[in-house]
Each structure stands twice: as C-alpha cells, then as structure tokens.
C-alpha cells in the first residue's frame, strides 16, 4: 500500500490562489489513480477531481473545473492541486486519496490525513 501526506494548505484571501501536495510513499506510485476531496463544516466529504494512473484522463467536480487544476508527476511521487480564485465557501480540509484502479465511482481506498484551507478577508 502507498502511504499519503498532504502539504501546503494555509490562509488566502479571497481571489487569492494555492497549491497543494500530495506526496506517497512505500509503494510504486503510477499503479494508484489519484484525488482531491474536500470537507467543509457541517458537510459531507465531497469529490473534487480525481486524475487517472497516467494522468490521461482527468474529472472535476462541475463546481470547481476552471478555477481548480489536478496534476501528477510520477517520478516524483506527487499529486497537486492548483486551486485559483478562491472563495470563502472554499474553505475546508482537503483530503488526498488513491486507489489501484481508474474506474469504480468515487470510492477511494487510501487517504491523507489532510490539510486545512481557509479563505478569508
């Protein structure tokens, strides 16, 4: 199994842009498909994209695609996710996930322990 550890949450202010990591370890990283989830209080865990083994083919969550980038780069272990013209209902712990397959929904099989971001004024 691969282990995960997100980095680069923070606080932005509105408009304002981030990117996040997603580094794995212990196992071969191009056998795992990759996403982003994120959980704002009070609401349920939520997809936000998800990215295949080799990158090749990518899916948003219709209320983030154009603001929100998912990108991986296999030699170096690491998923990101540029996040541009943030909002403050943006503001959530995002989640790193992965599973050994491309397909099957939105169920993911291994998470991070998160990263908190907030936007605000």
């Known amino acids: 199994q691969v282990q995960l550890g997100e980095s680069g949450g923070g606080l932005v202010q509105p408009g304002g842009s981030l990117r996040l990591s997603c580094a794995a370890s212990?196992?071969?990283?191009?056998?795992?498909?990759m996403a982003w989830f994120r959980q704002a209080p009070g609401k349920e865990r939520e997809l936000i994209a998800a990215?295949?083994?080799?990158?090749?083919?990518?899916n948003y969550a219709p209320f983030v695609k154009g603001r929100f980038t998912i990108s991986r780069e296999n030699a170096k272990n690491t998923v990101y996710l540029q996040m541009n013209s943030l909002k403050p209902e943006d503001t959530a712990v995002y989640y790193c996930?992965?599973?050994?397959?491309?397909?099957?929904?939105?169920?993911?099989?291994?998470w991070g322990q998160g990263t908190q971001v907030t936007v605000s004024s």
């Open positions: 990215i295949s083994k080799s990158g090749g083919v990518i």
């Open positions: 212990g196992r071969t990283f191009s056998v795992y498909a």
């Open positions: 996930a992965a599973r050994d397959r491309d397909y099957g929904g939105s169920s993911y099989d291994l």
